[in-house]
């Protein structure tokens, strides 16, 4: 199995900044794609950004140009930077990855519990 934690969500005024931590752990044979999505209260569950294994990105329109999403593959981690936040960017945070584990070498999707950013007006 494969497990996703993360940190550093919080609350935040409109304009700041927050940077969400995401490590994957557990029986680990490769990791294909690991990013964020969100949930706003009252909506669905949408993408935020992807980082691949090989480097490529992909964000959502409504957060190009302020969101960075990077990470450091010897660690299985995943970051987002996230600037010039707005209160519409309120919502808890999932991780997610698109692994491979060592169980059987079956590839399957796997999320993290979420973390809460609340920007306030």
């Known amino acids: 199995q494969v497990q996703l934690v993360e940190s550093g969500g919080g609350l935040v005024q409109a304009g700041g900044s927050l940077r969400l931590s995401c490590a994957a752990t557990?029986?680990?044979?490769?990791?294909?794609?690991m990013g964020w999505y969100r949930q706003a209260p009252g909506k669905q569950r949408e993408l935020v950004a992807t980082?691949?294994?090989?480097?490529?990105?992909n964000y959502a329109e409504y957060v190009k140009g302020r969101f960075t999403i990077s990470g450091e593959n010897a660690k299985n981690t995943v970051y987002l930077q996230m600037n010039s936040l707005k209160p519409e960017d309120t919502a808890v945070y999932y991780c997610?990855?698109?692994?491979?584990?060592?169980?059987?070498?079956?590839?399957?999707?796997?999320w993290g519990q979420g973390t809460q950013v609340t920007v306030s007006s």
């Open positions: 997610y990855a698109d692994a491979i584990s060592n169980l059987g070498l079956r590839r399957s999707e796997y």
């Open positions: 557990g029986s680990i044979f490769r990791i294909n794609t």
């Open positions: 980082l691949s294994a090989g480097g490529s990105s």
